[in-house]
C-alpha cells in the first residue's frame, strides 16, 4: 500500500491567495483527519471525517477554513483568503475505524508558508 | 489544560542508555497510543495499550499505563541514534470514530 498520501509536500503563497490541500486516503479506511502542526501550538485537529462525513470541525480556526470529502478516496483542505499566521505544516492522517483500537496513519504533510 | 501532556519535554542521553518519557491525561480512555515523528516527517505509530492492560512490550519498547493515576510511561531500552525524534501519546475513547487526542510530545535526542 502507498500510504496515505499528500499534494503538494511544499507550498508557498502570497497572503491573500487561496490554498488546496489535498489527501489520499489508505484505500479502505474510513476516517480521514487534518491536523496542523506549528512550534507554537503543536498538533492541533482540525476536522474528521467518518464515512465521508464531517462528523467535527470545533478545530477548524476560522471561516477561512473549509474542509470537504468528495468521496472515500480523496479529501481537500481550503484555506481562502491565506494569511501568514496559517503557516505550518499540514497532516492529512487515515484509519479504519473497528471497534476502539484504531491507529492512525500519517500521510508525510504539506509544508505551507503564506508570505 | 490539554488531555495527554508529556514529560519531560526534552530529553538528551547517550546511545545505550534507556529513554523514559511520561504520559499524563485527564478523561477516562478506551486505549492509550505512542507515536514517532522523525524530523520534517508523519506521525508513526509505536504501540497501543488498552485500557484493561498494564504493561506492553514491542522490541526494545515498554509501554506501561496505570487507569489510577491517569499516566502511561514510553521505556525504550538501549536507545540508538536513530530514536532520535519527537515521541506523542494521544489517547482515544468516547467516540467510535478513531479520534485521537494528542499530547506535545517529548523530544528525544540521542548522542552516538
Known amino acids: 500500500d502507498a500510504g496515505v498520501i499528500q499534494s503538494p509536500r511544499h507550498e508557498v503563497t502570497e497572503m491573500g491567495q487561496e490554498v488546496t490541500l489535498r489527501c489520499k486516503p489508505i484505500?479502505?479506511?474510513?476516517?480521514l483527519f487534518w491536523y496542523r502542526q506549528t512550534m507554537m501550538r503543536g498538533l492541533e485537529l482540525l476536522i474528521y471525517f467518518n464515512n465521508n462525513v464531517p462528523i467535527d470541525d470545533s478545530g477548524m480556526p476560522e471561516d477561512r477554513f473549509s474542509a470537504k470529502m468528495p468521496n472515500a478516496s480523496f479529501s481537500t483542505l481550503k484555506i481562502q483568503p491565506s494569511e501568514p499566521r496559517d503557516s505550518a505544516v499540514y497532516f492529512c492522517a487515515s484509519s479504519l475505524v473497528q471497534g476502539f483500537q484504531e491507529t492512525q496513519y500519517f500521510g508525510p504533510g504539506t509544508r505551507l508558508l503564506v508570505l | 489544560s490539554q488531555q495527554g501532556e508529556e514529560d519531560p519535554q526534552a530529553l538528551s542521553i547517550q546511545e545505550g542508555e534507556n529513554a523514559t518519557m511520561n504520559c499524563s491525561y485527564k478523561t477516562s480512555i478506551n486505549n492509550l497510543q505512542w507515536y514517532r515523528q522523525n524530523s520534517g516527517r508523519g506521525l508513526v505509530h509505536l504501540i497501543l495499550?488498552?485500557?484493561?492492560?498494564r504493561e506492553k512490550h514491542s522490541g526494545r519498547l515498554r509501554v506501561t499505563l496505570d487507569t489510577s493515576k491517569k499516566s502511561s510511561s514510553l521505556l525504550i531500552t538501549a536507545s540508538r541514534a536513530a530514536d532520535t525524534a519527537s515521541y506523542f501519546c494521544a489517547t482515544a475513547g468516547g467516540t467510535s470514530y478513531g479520534k485521537l487526542t494528542f499530547g506535545q510530545g517529548t523530544i528525544l535526542t540521542v548522542h552516538p
Open positions: 484505500s479502505g479506511h474510513n476516517s
Open positions: 495499550i488498552r485500557s484493561n492492560e
